[in-house]
């Protein structure tokens, strides 16, 4: 079983950065692909990016493709979404997870005003 704990949410304006955290214990999270998602207000849980876990591919949705990028640590057993240029449409709470598997974090909150 991995626990995963979203933090580095926050309120900032347009055009800000801001990079999330998602950190497992108990399985190490460097033996999964990771994946980050976003529940934005009046609509479904959307898919923002992955990546593998060796962390040498990961890839964005569309939507925030060039503004957005995932990493990770594995020494840290953590997993990083660089958020660059955000705009207002981003807000929303980011959730971490492991494709497949049924481990969600309970997600961190990102407001961002105009």
């Known amino acids: 079983q991995v626990q995963l704990v979203e933090s580095g949410g926050g309120l900032v304006k347009a055009g800000q950065s801001l990079r999330l955290s998602c950190t497992g214990s108990?399985?190490?999270?460097?033996?999964?692909?990771t994946a980050w998602f976003r529940q934005t207000p009046g609509k479904e849980r959307e898919f923002v990016g992955t990546?593998?876990?060796?962390?040498?591919?990961?890839s964005c949705a569309p939507s925030v493709e060039g503004r957005f990028a995932i990493s990770r640590d594995n020494a840290k057993n953590t997993v990083y979404l660089l958020m660059n240029n955000l705009k207002p449409e981003d807000t929303g709470v980011y959730y971490c997870?492991?494709?497949?598997?049924?481990?969600w974090g309970q997600g961190t909150q990102v407001t961002v005003s105009s």
């Open positions: 997870t492991i494709p497949g598997q049924p481990y």
């Open positions: 108990g399985r190490a999270l460097a033996n999964f692909n």
């Open positions: 990546i593998n876990k060796l962390g040498t591919t990961s």
